[in-house]
């Protein structure tokens, strides 16, 4: 049987988890051999809205996201992006008990001020320690399994200095917090002291391409004593370069390009599990 993500933290080297944002994304990550997947708040806004992370989608929408995500990444524990819990108190209770119905292992939950931004936007704001531990002890209450996590964020590196964030790192724990997330270290010396004061905690690491933080490897963070490293846009940033690509070929030529990468069709109705489902649906040729 499987350990747990809780027991995976613990053990090992850094535990890796890309960034998925629908059903697609969250299957042929599995695929690829993680152990982990996150869900992407920045990611799920994109694809579902087509509009930037700002606090846009509903606790009921990103909910139902974590539930297809799940079903599509199993049996591989989803780590889900729950935003600012989309209110006060009672909100972030609600929401730790839909994403815990819908079978996801771990919600990140962070202190920025409603509309939130992805954390390595500008003109970030928090709200004040109090009330942001207070969230975190909510979301504690409010699960049903100790083996459903809860991933403290905070964001005030960029507004108040790496103290401050390092000052609620420890009330999140207070309050309970089972992973501490220290947002947008701005230096390589920044991480290694985040890691320093952290020590023996587990601790996660955000990987943003073009971000605030220096952009290392899970080999190289698990040097550092991180738990888990998240590259939440590699494959959104990939996928949407080769979408844009695509869409002005064919607008161009009328047609796809013969030459444009793709996978055959039978290949992504193989990927897509269609043979597990209805193999007859499958080509004879293939």
Avoid at 23 to 50: D, H, I, K, N, P
Avoid at 203 to 215: H, Q, R, S
């Amino acid at each position: 049987m499987p350990i747990s993500l809780k027991q995976r933290l613990t053990q090992g080297p850094t535990l890796m988890a890309p960034g998925v944002y629908d059903g697609l994304s969250a299957r042929l990550a599995a695929q690829a051999g993680f152990e982990a997947l996150y869900m992407t708040g920045f990611g799920v806004s994109g694809a579902s809205l087509g509009m930037p992370d700002i606090g846009l989608m509903s606790a009921t929408e990103m909910a139902e996201r974590a539930r297809a995500l799940v079903e599509a990444a199993a049996p591989l524990p989803l780590i889900a992006d729950g935003d600012t819990g989309h209110g006060g108190v009672l909100n972030v209770a609600r929401l730790v008990r839909l994403y815990e119905q819908a079978g996801v292992a771990c919600i990140q939950l962070e202190d920025q001020v409603f509309p939130k931004r992805c954390g390595h936007m500008a003109s970030k704001e928090v709200i004040g320690i109090e009330d942001a531990a207070a969230k975190i002890a909510a979301a504690v209450a409010a699960r049903r399994s100790p083996e459903f996590l809860i991933m403290a964020r905070t964001d005030a590196r960029a507004p108040h200095g790496l103290d401050e964030a390092l000052r609620r790192g420890e009330a999140f724990l207070q309050a309970g917090a089972d992973i501490v997330f220290i947002e947008a270290p701005q230096s390589l010396a920044e991480l290694q002291r985040v890691a320093a004061h952290f020590k023996g905690v587990p601790l996660v690491a955000n990987m943003v391409e073009d971000g605030k933080t220096p952009y290392l490897s899970a080999a190289e963070l698990s040097e550092m004593g991180f738990a888990l490293a998240i590259y939440p846009v590699s494959a959104l940033l990939a996928v949407s370069s080769l979408l844009r690509d695509v869409y002005q070929q064919m607008q161009t030529a009328g047609r796809l390009p013969a030459e444009v990468p793709r996978l055959g069709f039978d290949a992504y109705n193989r990927a897509m599990g269609l043979g597990d489902l209805i193999p007859s649906a499958l080509s004879d040729d293939t």
